[in-house]
């Protein structure tokens, strides 16, 4: 049996649905449970500050009408978005059960996706958690305030139940925004945050995408500007035997942590991130595998489809055939007409024709260059900006084909590649060196191309 309520009745009926329905039934065993759906809210005003300046510090941060009036939104356990140099957070009290329910339901989260929490100094962290392993003392020290989470064994009774998915740990992050940093230590509370998006989506990287997702959802959104590094953070846990797993790749790359923990440590990458390659005038070679859907993920980003935008995202690899993109789109509005197709390319992606007309110049294809250049930190930046441009749009399919340089290569890539595997819910096309055949990685489709 499942029950549909809105949330502003919720308090009054929760428990008269429980003691009058979901006991008596139980009790003479003629339902195993009653299941509650909880909706969205009616709607509300979200409440918007003027944008904060650019350069400001986390003590003039402090000093802001607006960090104040949402530090006392988080107190009272509203939820509010707030800048990171990530990704936007939607913020609320980690410790309190009301807070962490509006997270989940703004955003439509499944209740086993783990949230990390944030904090503003080791004092704040000490509250959460009273085991920091050596090899997590060392990142911290080299890498915070910054762009890495830590999983660590979390203080019975210190957070929300909810906020950790049942799980003995939890992950802990100090992000090194000012605006965070200012809006965390006014609330005087550790603060949960997931990305301000509704689930699935693209993450937001500006407080006009938090407003897409989540006007009259939530409390309020701090503006801090665009974020600086475009993808969530790199999310690792230091395990008991010494050793540091990375459970989601991010802008803190594996070479860097083995220059700060030293050779004696060993860091592996979780099974569920796979490896990539790429050389030359190719595109992004993706590899991987959905996560056991049986097992409760221990970081966010591992078991669910990520990143999303509305039309079906493909990855295209084409095998060094230059005309392969200009197949694939060719072949596709063969027979649909009348759709608009997107693409998302980088600086270094050849132009190629579809019936005699520039790709780029096409009336049914809608292009979206990702990144001002092909470095790997100017795509990871315009990454989600990007893919919620289509959603803007009328396209029915979009095609990924992103090069990089040889002279780029290094570990964000695979931060990169990690996202648009999620957001294409893992389905490349690639081409073969004839030039007539496609597979499509997912769904074992073959499309015969001319």
């Known amino acids: 049996v499942m029950i549909t309520l809105n949330m502003h009745s919720i308090s009054k009926h929760t428990t008269f649905l429980y003691k009058h329905c979901a006991v008596p039934y139980q009790r003479h065993g003629l339902i195993p449970f009653l299941r509650i759906l909880f909706v969205m809210e009616r709607p509300r005003n979200t409440a918007t500050w003027a944008p904060v300046a650019r350069d400001v510090t986390a003590a003039e941060a402090r000093e802001l009408s607006c960090i104040k009036e949402a530090a006392k939104l988080l107190r009272e356990n509203e939820v509010v978005a707030l800048p990171t140099e990530t990704v936007y957070g939607l913020g609320g009290n980690a410790t309190n059960d009301e807070a962490i329910r509006r997270i989940f339901q703004a955003k ?18 000490n509250t959460v958690t009273d085991t920091i392993r050596p090899a997590a003392t060392k990142l911290m020290n080299a890498f915070w305030p910054g762009p890495l989470t830590i999983i660590v064994p979390r203080k ?106 030293g050779p ?125 441009y289509f959603d803007c749009t009328n396209v029915a399919v979009i095609y990924s084909i992103i090069r990089l340089p040889k002279s780029d290569v290094d570990e964000m890539t695979l931060a990169v590649a990690n996202r648009l595997l999620k957001a294409a819910r893992h389905t490349l096309i690639q081409g073969h060196e004839d030039g007539k055949t496609v597979v499509m990685e997912k769904e074992k489709e073959i499309l015969d191309l001319e």
Not at 206 to 214: I, K
């Open 108 to 125: 439509g989260r499944p209740s086993d996706n783990p949230l990390i929490v944030h904090v503003h100094n080791e004092e704040m962290l």
């Open 156 to 261: 019975p009774n210190a957070l929300c139940e909810a906020v950790c998915a049942g799980l003995p740990t939890v992950g802990i992050r100090m992000p090194s925004h000012p605006v965070a940093l200012a809006l965390i230590e006014a609330a005087q509370v550790p603060i949960a945050a997931p990305s301000a998006n509704t689930s699935g989506k693209p993450s937001p990287t500006s407080a006009e995408h938090v407003l897409q997702d989540l006007n009259g959802r939530i409390a309020g959104v701090v503006d801090g500007g665009p974020c600086d590094i475009g993808i969530e953070s790199t999310v690792v846990e230091c395990e008991e035997d010494g050793s540091v797993t990375i459970c989601r790749p991010g802008r803190i790359t594996e070479s860097m942590m083995r220059a700060v923990l």
């Open 264 to 388: 004696d440590v060993i860091v592996r990458t979780d099974p569920v991130v796979e490896a990539l390659n790429h050389g030359p005038d190719k595109n992004l070679k993706v590899l991987g595998g959905e996560h056991n859907i049986d097992k409760a993920p221990r970081s966010p980003g591992m078991k669910y489809t990520h990143y999303a935008p509305r039309a079906p995202l493909y990855l295209i690899q084409d095998k060094g055939n230059k005309k392969f993109l200009e197949q694939v789109i060719r072949n596709y509005l063969k027979t649909h007409t009348d759709a608009q197709v997107g693409l998302l390319y980088t600086a270094s992606t050849t132009e190629t024709q579809i019936e005699g007309e520039p790709v780029f110049n096409h009336p049914n294809v809608i292009c979206v260059r990702c990144g001002k250049d092909s470095t790997v930190a100017s795509i990871a930046k315009s990454l989600y900006d990007s893919l919620r």
